[in-house]
């Protein structure tokens, strides 16, 4: 029986570590590329999860069809933002890059508040509801479709990062800028891709999580410190340690929140954050 | 042409140096109304209104050591000002400790804690450290909130009366002076350390750590003493807002918000001047009171818009702040002048 419970409970750590990990890598992504910290990751995942919500509620269109749309959306946000803001301050001292962009999470969530009220709204009957019982343990149908879609643009984001031309380049920018430029590739462009791409990964764990997660304008905070612990844990600038990452830190946070319980649960992956950055400050996969 | 937009960003310190006395006359003016300000202004929300400045701007002058002048981007003070608040409150009220020795008790403790704190965290650097700071003010939140002695979620209650001896008034014009006393002895340490070596060698390391290093100054020893003195001055805040508002709980004193509050007092003003906090103090107050009269109150969290499109103007067009926006004209002007003198025209 209560081996039952433990792998249930690591099931379903394993399922959300997998939706820390997408998110993860879109920070991680714009880090690598470009040294930025983005502390309004957290509002790309919201507007992602706003963007199926009226879809849904507007066009009767399911999250999970809508992916696609959500992804192409929140590209042109992260590209926008990146365009209108980021561009400026590229080369401004740490301090005024930090409250750019947490000036602009406060922004998109009092914009948020102001154009769709702070209440909070759900999806009722998406085409993934309900339960699937594998061999014993049971499995609600939207997180575990979720943690597949997570895997797969995932796996999207590592192929087109290391077999296509256009990835390639986007690691070389993130590798050496200046050497990058020199081969002729356009860094602005290069950004701006990153930024897209970056918000992109956000906004689709948002549609995914919106099948069984509320949404509300405040809904970003919950996730911005989680994906910071699994950037860290995974090195910054890694795809395959953020994969890694995401499922640990989703792993210890569930199991922490069911032995000790769950109102801890933060503080234990905080502590493992702490750890992390004191005695392997490059994280798993990081180079030093 | 050129040259002349060259000019201040070699001289912005020293560019203002013309200038002095009528700077100097200007502040003991401020001061003077400052002092006086309660004399002729009975309204209490006007009161109010100058103590949340004057509370705002002690919190900023504290960041600005560890973060301005030490260049060490902490974004969980809020973690010392909730210890300060929590220490002495706890003290005063389940343990009948007096206020004024409660009240640096807590900020001695906060001062301990930040020792630890900066022991563990000061090998890493920007980002990280920033990212440290705030997990252990998360972590610190979640502690307070899980703690049944320290009142958990629902907070803590001070008692009503008091006077002098307990440090509790009915009334807000006690509170302004021991909000403006603070923030003078604060700004007092801030300014001994701005002449002294010490304030030297935390510019060297903000500047040029490895050549500050080179030269036999210690890092983390002068990081350490940096920190120390911050978070012993920002638990002094903390108190002092327990004893304003008589009622705490771990989302007034210690919400992450706060935090950023601190710093962004500093940045709007100048990070790593002496009068930068204040003036960023003014500003925000004044921005964040005026919005939320203007705005607030509609539940649509137009006030909120409107701050935060001005915090993301003012990091991406003026990062020196308001401070350094005027050593650049007065530099500029300084520059113009000199020209003139001998004779060039610009």
Same mark, same amino acid.
């Given at each position: 029986?209560?081996?039952?419970?433990?792998?249930?409970?690591?099931?379903?750590?394993?399922?959300?570590?997998?939706?820390?990990?997408?998110?993860?890598?879109?920070?991680?992504?714009?880090?690598?590329?470009?040294?930025?910290?983005?502390?309004?990751?957290?509002?790309?995942?919201?507007?992602?999860?706003?963007?199926?919500?009226?879809?849904?509620?507007?066009?009767?269109?399911?999250?999970?069809?809508?992916?696609?749309?959500?992804?192409?959306?929140?590209?042109?946000?992260?590209?926008?933002?990146?365009?209108?803001?980021?561009?400026?301050?590229?080369?401004?001292?740490?301090?005024?890059?930090?409250?750019?962009?947490?000036?602009?999470?406060?922004?998109?969530?009092?914009?948020?508040?102001?154009?769709?009220?702070?209440?909070?709204?759900?999806?009722?009957?998406?085409?993934?509801?309900?339960?699937?019982?594998?061999?014993?343990?049971?499995?609600?149908?939207?997180?575990?479709?979720?943690?597949?879609?997570?895997?797969?643009?995932?796996?999207?984001?590592?192929?087109?990062?290391?077999?296509?031309?256009?990835?390639?380049?986007?690691?070389?920018?993130?590798?050496?800028?200046?050497?990058?430029?020199?081969?002729?590739?356009?860094?602005?462009?290069?950004?701006?891709?990153?930024?897209?791409?970056?918000?992109?990964?956000?906004?689709?764990?948002?549609?995914?999580?919106?099948?069984?997660?509320?949404?509300?304008?405040?809904?970003?905070?919950?996730?911005?410190?989680?994906?910071? $612990?699994?950037?860290?844990?995974?090195?910054?600038?890694?795809?395959?340690?953020?994969?890694?990452?995401?499922?640990?830190?989703?792993?210890?946070?569930?199991?922490?929140?069911?032995?000790?319980?769950?109102?801890?649960?933060?503080?234990?992956?905080?502590?493992?954050?702490?750890?992390?950055?004191?005695?392997?400050?490059?994280?798993?996969?990081?180079?030093? | 042409?050129?040259?002349?937009?060259?000019?201040?960003? $070699?001289?912005?310190?020293?560019?203002?140096?013309?200038?002095?006395?009528?700077?100097?006359?200007?502040?003991?003016?401020?001061?003077?109304?400052?002092?006086?300000?309660?004399?002729?202004?009975?309204?209490?929300?006007?009161?109010?209104?100058?103590?949340?400045?004057?509370?705002?701007?002690?919190?900023?002058?504290?960041?600005?050591?560890?973060?301005?002048?030490?260049?060490?981007?902490?974004?969980?003070?809020?973690?010392?000002?909730?210890?300060?608040?929590?220490?002495?409150?706890?003290?005063?009220?389940?343990?009948?400790?007096?206020?004024?020795?409660?009240?640096?008790?807590?900020?001695?403790?906060?001062?301990?804690?930040?020792?630890?704190?900066?022991?563990?965290?000061?090998?890493?650097?920007?980002?990280?450290?920033?990212?440290?700071?705030?997990?252990?003010?998360?972590?610190?939140?979640?502690?307070?909130?899980?703690?049944?002695?320290?009142?958990?979620? $629902?907070?803590?209650?001070?008692?009503?009366?008091?006077?002098?001896?307990?440090?509790?008034?009915?009334?807000?014009?006690?509170?302004?002076?021991?909000?403006?006393?603070?923030?003078?002895?604060?700004?007092?340490?801030?300014?001994?350390?701005?002449?002294?070596?010490?304030?030297?060698?935390?510019?060297?390391?903000?500047?040029?750590?490895?050549?500050?290093?080179?030269?036999?100054?210690?890092? +983390?020893?002068?990081?350490?003493?940096?920190?120390?003195? +911050?978070?012993?001055?920002?638990?002094?805040?903390? +108190?002092?807002?327990?004893?304003?508002?008589?009622?705490?709980?771990?989302? +007034?004193?210690?919400?992450?918000?706060?935090?950023?509050?601190?710093?962004?007092?500093?940045?709007?003003?100048?990070?790593?001047?002496?009068?930068?906090?204040?003036?960023?103090?003014?500003?925000?107050?004044?921005?964040?009171?005026?919005?939320?009269?203007?705005?607030?109150?509609?539940?649509?969290?137009?006030?909120?818009?409107?701050?935060?499109?001005?915090?993301?103007?003012?990091?991406?067009?003026?990062?020196?702040? $308001?401070?350094?926006?005027?050593?650049?004209?007065?530099?500029?002007?300084?520059?113009?002048?000199?020209?003139?003198?001998?004779?060039?025209?610009?």
């Amino acid at each position: 029986m209560t081996s039952e419970i433990i792998i249930q409970t690591l099931a379903s750590g394993l399922l959300i570590g997998l939706i820390y990990a997408l998110i993860a890598i879109g920070l991680t992504l714009i880090f690598g590329v470009m040294d930025i910290v983005n502390f309004s990751h957290g509002e790309f995942l919201m507007l992602g999860m706003y963007s199926s919500f009226w879809l849904y509620a507007i066009y009767h269109l399911d999250p999970i069809y809508t992916l696609p749309l959500t992804a192409v959306l929140l590209f042109g946000v992260g590209a926008m933002v990146y365009r209108v803001v980021i561009k400026k301050i590229i080369d401004a001292p740490m301090l005024a890059q930090i409250f750019t962009t947490f000036g602009l999470m406060i922004l998109f969530r009092g914009l948020a508040q102001f154009l769709w009220k702070p209440d909070f709204r759900t999806v009722g009957n998406s085409v993934v509801s309900g339960t699937v019982s594998l061999s014993g343990i049971q499995i609600g149908l939207p997180q575990l479709t979720a943690g597949v879609g997570a895997i797969l643009v995932t796996l999207g984001i590592y192929l087109f990062l290391t077999k296509t031309r256009t990835g390639a380049a986007l690691e070389a920018t993130a590798a050496d800028k200046e050497a990058a430029r020199l081969m002729g590739i356009d860094s602005q462009r290069m950004f701006t891709l990153a930024w897209g791409v970056g918000a992109a990964c956000a906004g689709v764990a948002g549609g995914l999580l919106s099948t069984f997660f509320p949404i509300f304008p405040e809904i970003g905070a919950n996730f911005i410190l989680t994906a910071f $612990v699994v950037v860290n844990l995974g090195g910054f600038g890694s795809v395959v340690g953020a994969l890694l990452a995401g499922i640990l830190v989703g792993v210890i946070e569930v199991m922490g929140g069911f032995f000790l319980g769950p109102q801890y649960k933060m503080g234990i992956v905080l502590c493992l954050f702490l750890a992390v950055l004191m005695f392997r400050p490059q994280g798993l996969m990081g180079k030093v | 042409m050129n040259q002349l937009n060259q000019q201040p960003v $070699v001289s912005a310190s020293y560019g203002s140096a013309g200038y002095k006395w009528p700077m100097r006359l200007f502040f003991v003016v401020l001061l003077a109304v400052v002092i006086f300000f309660p004399f002729f202004e009975k309204s209490p929300s006007h009161q109010n209104f100058v103590i949340l400045v004057l509370m705002a701007a002690q919190l900023g002058v504290a960041w600005n050591i560890i973060g301005g002048y030490a260049g060490q981007i902490s974004l969980g003070q809020v973690a010392f000002y909730g210890l300060g608040a929590y220490t002495s409150t706890l003290l005063f009220t389940k343990f009948g400790i007096n206020p004024w020795f409660a009240i640096p008790i807590g900020g001695l403790l906060a001062a301990c804690i930040s020792l630890a704190v900066g022991w563990s965290c000061f090998c890493l650097k920007g980002h990280y450290f920033a990212m440290a700071t705030i997990a252990v003010a998360e972590i610190i939140q979640i502690v307070f909130t899980n703690w049944d002695f320290a009142g958990g979620a $629902v907070g803590l209650n001070l008692p009503m009366e008091g006077g002098w001896k307990f440090l509790i008034f009915a009334d807000k014009e006690p509170y302004y002076y021991l909000a403006l006393g603070l923030l003078l002895l604060t700004l007092g340490v801030n300014y001994a350390i701005e002449k002294s070596y010490f304030g030297y060698y935390l510019r060297a390391i903000k500047d040029e750590p490895d050549a500050a290093q080179s030269l036999g100054v210690n890092l +983390s020893l002068y990081k350490q003493i940096a920190f120390a003195i +911050s978070s012993f001055f920002t638990a002094l805040g903390g +108190s002092l807002y327990a004893h304003k508002e008589l009622y705490i709980d771990p989302g +007034s004193v210690l919400h992450t918000g706060l935090s950023i509050k601190m710093a962004l007092v500093s940045i709007l003003g100048g990070v790593g001047t002496l009068s930068g906090p204040v003036i960023g103090a003014a500003v925000l107050t004044f921005i964040e009171e005026g919005t939320r009269m203007l705005f607030g109150g509609s539940g649509k969290g137009t006030d909120l818009v409107i701050y935060a499109a001005l915090i993301v103007v003012i990091a991406v067009y003026y990062p020196a702040g $308001v401070v350094g926006w005027i050593r650049g004209y007065l530099s500029r002007r300084t520059a113009i002048r000199q020209m003139q003198l001998e004779g060039r025209s610009a």
